[in-house]
């Protein structure tokens, strides 16, 4: 049998394989990366924790025992994903202006990233005020304003710490 038209399996599991509930099974021909059948688990439940993966048996690794096990956020991620949920919780409602920047790489800079490369901060004009809802909302907002990609990092300031602007920009 052509290993395109082998058939595969994997059982989608809320726990261990076995010993908790199945939520699924999905079936594919060919070749698929555990990146891509991840990424398809994810697609039909956020709640699978093992993947049991089941080769067809014309495959000659057929009988082998595949397991992939999803990968959780560490301690640290999700003290930080908290940190910004309650973040966002704070801000909601607030007006901010939104100040983005676009970092310009430079011998000569004044500044360094986290890869030890020197860059100055170049400061364009575009600043623009915005209720705020969400940090992905303001990355939106600076590629609407900025342009897609053309910005690194924005800061935020809320509106009562600045003047009152002389212009506006649409």
């Known amino acids: 049998m052509h290993p395109e038209t082998m058939k595969h399996k994997a059982s989608l599991w809320e726990g261990a394989f076995g010993t908790s509930r199945h939520i699924t099974d999905v079936h594919w021909e060919g070749d698929i990366t555990p990146q891509e ?3 398809v688990a994810n697609q039909i439940s956020q709640d699978w ?18 397991r992939l096990h999803k990968n959780w956020p560490s301690a640290d991620d999700e003290a930080i994903a908290l940190q910004v949920l309650e973040a966002e919780d704070e801000l909601e409602g607030h007006y901010v202006w939104v100040h983005c920047c676009k970092h310009v790489y430079d011998k000569a800079g004044e500044l360094e990233d986290e890869s030890g490369r020197a860059y100055r901060q170049v400061f364009n004009t575009i600043m623009f005020v915005v209720e705020f809802t969400s940090f992905d909302e303001i990355a939106d907002q600076c590629d609407e304003h900025f ?10 300031y809320l509106d009562d710490e600045l003047p009152q602007p002389v212009a506006t920009y649409d």
């Open 147 to 156: 342009g897609m990609g053309a910005w690194d990092e924005y800061e935020l």
């Open 37 to 39: 059948l991840t990424d």
């Open 49 to 66: 924790q093992t993947l049991d993966l089941e080769l067809d048996p014309a495959h000659p690794q057929y009988g082998q025992t595949y």
